[in-house]
């Protein structure tokens, strides 16, 4: 497992390097320096922030070490719901799209392990 962590790491950091210089370096990092202005945090930006933090910890310990922690799709339903709300704020339909699925499937894990 070692040498796929160190494989995946690696192909990783070159596919970015290759897309922030495509961006250019300087607009990746203000658009990072945004996440430290108090501007940045609206209601709806602290909300799409929460659902991208429950989606990571259930994504990455299923993915990666195989350990599906089922009792976080509540929360991720939750984030879901509201992330819908905050993507219409934002006039994001793919966003709205991409998260009524994932309250599909939250439902599908819930019910599956209730």
């Known amino acids: 497992m070692n040498t796929d962590i160190l494989i995946a790491t690696s192909v990783t950091v070159i ?25 940045y945090w609206t209601s709806y930006n602290i909300i799409e922030a929460a659902s991208w933090i429950a989606k990571a910890i259930i994504i990455i310990p299923a993915l990666i070490f195989d350990n599906n922690i ?3 799709y509540f929360i991720s339903l939750i ?3 509201t992330l819908i709300w905050a993507s219409n704020k934002k006039l994001l339909p793919t966003l709205v799209g991409f998260n009524t699925l994932w309250i599909w499937l939250s439902m599908m894990v819930i019910v599956k392990n209730i």
């Open 15 to 39: 596919f970015i390097a290759i897309i922030y210089a495509r961006c250019g370096y300087a607009s990746i990092l203000n658009c990072y320096k945004m996440w430290f202005t108090r501007e």
């Open 70 to 72: 089922w009792e976080l």
């Open 79 to 81: 984030t879901s719901m």
